[in-house]
């Protein structure tokens, strides 16, 4: 079982910065890969960022590359997602999520190969 409690959203100017966290607790954190996904207001869950177990691979949907990084400090349990030059179209509802991995597996881009959910972060970004 994970536990996973996210911070960090707010509301910024576009092309200002952002950098949300999630706090895992529970048991084997390097057991997961994880993910965050975003949720606008009448849209699906979305992919936007994935890193593997110990951090070595990571993965990015076309609309956030170059400007989102994410990140992992297994020492703390803790997962980031660093966001820079945002815009209004990336207000949403942020959410952590983590997958149980095999070793030598792929990342995981959709919400149902996750096992374990946040609670969400509201990220709104003003024109």
């Known amino acids: 079982q994970v536990q996973l409690v996210e911070s960090g959203g707010g509301l910024v100017q576009a092309g200002g910065s952002l950098r949300l966290s999630c706090a895992a607790s529970?048991?084997?954190?390097?057991?997961?890969?994880m993910g965050w996904f975003r949720q606008a207001p009448g849209k699906e869950r979305q992919f936007v960022a994935a890193v593997s177990r110990f951090g070595a691979s990571t993965y990015y949907t076309d609309s956030v590359k170059g400007r989102f990084t994410i990140s992992r400090d297994n020492a703390k349990t803790t997962v980031y997602l660093q966001m820079s030059v945002l815009k209004p179209e990336d207000t949403a509802v942020y959410y952590c999520a983590a997958d149980w991995t095999p070793i030598g597996s792929g990342l995981a881009s959709t919400p149902n190969e996750y096992d374990y959910w946040g609670q969400g972060t509201q990220v709104t970004v003003s024109s």
């Open positions: 529970g048991r084997s954190f390097s057991s997961y890969t």
